[in-house]
């Protein structure tokens, strides 16, 4: 197999990056604020800081990104008998619809640096409430969330980084098999004990990019998350590796296929995937 590796040397400088990003945007809050000054604090957006920052961090992230995986695609290139195919491809992607998905991602992933504040702002109210319904005081509550705002802040954060950073590679790999023609990858997970049980399931498993499983449902659990490729839910660390020769799989292999998983030789998978 290619070495389509999560990419967790740019997820560590990203979450860096924000980090110091939102240390100087935490240097404003007010440290004796009630719930109200808090909210307001929140939906100032970060200030002019975040905004004019956001574009510079997502471009960055994303090119690293796709510098890396382009690297994993020439590493497949010179062990797959359609090396020259995909070398010329490679030359020529970022004009067509690969180049349009890197500067889409940079798009949405600048939006979503610009976005935190509002999302600390929602996750913040949802415990406000959870706790004012406990009949907790407002000015217990505001004291609690000022002393813990800080660490708050880089959980939201580190959550984000390794969510989005996960996903942008996923799309980059996905828009790059596209573009080459390669329908199908083998999800991967990180092989842990912290891999939750459904992606558990999907391991080592053959997947259409256009026919993407829900996880959930397969294990018979309920989720909100619905159909998602590899790399796509939060906090997902799985990969995708785009299936470039068939000689790659150990047949007989696991495929999921319209909502169910079984256990097909190469030649069922041929004539499923043709």
Same mark, same amino acid.
């Given at each position: 197999?290619?070495?389509?590796?999560?990419?967790?040397?740019?997820?560590?400088? $990203?979450?860096?990056?924000? +980090?110091?990003?939102?240390?100087?945007?935490?240097?404003?809050?007010?440290?004796?604020?009630?719930?109200?000054?808090?909210? !307001?604090?929140?939906? +100032?957006?970060?200030?002019?800081?975040?905004?004019?920052?956001?574009?510079?961090?997502?471009?960055?992230?994303?090119?690293?990104? =796709?510098?890396?995986?382009?690297?994993?695609?020439?590493?497949?290139?010179?062990?797959?008998?359609?090396?020259? @195919?995909? $070398?010329?491809?490679?030359?020529?992607?970022?004009?067509?619809?690969?180049?349009?998905?890197?500067?889409?991602?940079?798009?949405?992933? &600048?939006?979503?640096?610009?976005?935190?504040?509002?999302?600390?702002?929602?996750?913040?109210?949802?415990? *406000?409430?959870?706790?004012?319904?406990?009949?907790?005081?407002?000015?217990?509550?505001?004291?609690? *969330? @000022?002393?813990?705002?800080? !660490?708050?802040?880089?959980?939201?954060? !580190?959550?984000? =980084? @390794?969510?989005?950073?996960?996903? =942008? &590679?996923?799309? *980059?790999?996905?828009?790059?098999?596209?573009?080459?023609?390669?329908?199908? $990858?083998?999800?991967?997970?990180?092989?842990?004990? @912290?891999?939750?049980?459904?992606?558990?399931?999907?391991?080592?498993?053959?997947? +259409?990019?256009?026919?993407?499983?829900?996880?959930?449902?397969?294990?018979?659990?309920?989720?909100?998350?619905?159909?998602? +490729?590899?790399?796509? &839910?939060?906090?997902? %660390?799985?990969?995708?590796?785009?299936? *470039?020769?068939?000689?790659?799989?150990?047949?007989?292999? %696991?495929? $999921?296929? %319209?909502?169910?998983?079984?256990?097909?030789?190469?030649?069922?998978?041929?004539?499923?995937?043709?």
């Amino acid at each position: 197999m290619p070495a389509f590796h999560r990419p967790q040397r740019i997820e560590q400088e $990203y979450r860096r990056a924000l +980090n110091a990003l939102m240390e100087i945007w935490l240097r404003t809050f007010p440290h004796d604020a009630d719930l109200e000054s808090i909210f !307001a604090f929140l939906g +100032n957006g970060g200030g002019e800081r975040v905004m004019k920052a956001s574009d510079s961090l997502a471009r960055r992230m994303v090119t690293q990104i =796709a510098v890396q995986n382009a690297q994993s695609w020439r590493e497949a290139a010179a062990k797959s008998s359609q090396g020259k @195919r995909i $070398y010329d491809l490679l030359r020529r992607e970022m004009a067509g619809p690969v180049g349009a998905s890197v500067r889409s991602l940079v798009s949405t992933h &600048a939006a979503l640096i610009r976005s935190m504040p509002q999302d600390l702002a929602q996750t913040l109210a949802s415990q *406000i409430a959870t706790r004012q319904m406990r009949g907790e005081r407002a000015e217990t509550i505001a004291k609690d *969330i @000022r002393g813990r705002f800080p !660490a708050i802040t880089r959980s939201h954060i !580190a959550m984000l =980084a @390794r969510t989005e950073v996960s996903s =942008a &590679a996923e799309s *980059i790999t996905r828009a790059r098999s596209e573009n080459l023609g390669v329908k199908w $990858y083998q999800w991967l997970s990180s092989e842990d004990s @912290r891999v939750r049980l459904s992606h558990r399931k999907m391991d080592m498993i053959l997947v +259409n990019w256009s026919d993407p499983p829900s996880p959930e449902a397969l294990i018979g659990q309920r989720s909100t998350l619905g159909k998602y +490729n590899a790399g796509h &839910a939060p906090n997902c %660390r799985c990969t995708g590796v785009p299936i *470039i020769d068939l000689d790659e799989v150990t047949w007989p292999c %696991r495929v $999921y296929s %319209r909502g169910s998983i079984t256990r097909m030789t190469r030649a069922k998978f041929i004539q499923i995937s043709t």
